[in-house]
């Protein structure tokens, strides 16, 4: 009897480990996604406002500014 409630223990924390990771919307790799998303947009968005800046003061772009 104890051999099946901690196979059943063991498979429902699998289970909920699962669930937090995989949950739709809410879940770790879906803000994960998210978050990555959101820094390649704040890039590039940091990216365009270096561009009109310079283009707005007269001066050159290079990379490394």
């Known amino acids: ?3 099946n409630l901690a196979a059943l223990l063991i498979g ?3 289970l909920g480990t699962l669930i937090i ?5 809410k879940g770790l790799l879906a ?3 998210k978050a990555r998303r959101d820094t390649k947009r ?3 968005e ?3 406002k270096h561009l ?3 283009e707005y003061h007269n001066s050159t772009c290079t ?3």
């Open 52 to 54: 009109y800046d310079c």
């Open 46 to 48: 940091d990216a365009l």
């Open 1 to 3: 009897m104890n051999e």
């Open 31 to 33: 803000k994960w996604r």
């Open 42 to 44: 704040v890039n590039i």
């Open 12 to 14: 429902v924390g699998i």
């Open 21 to 25: 990771f995989f949950y739709p919307q």
């Open 63 to 65: 990379l490394s500014s």
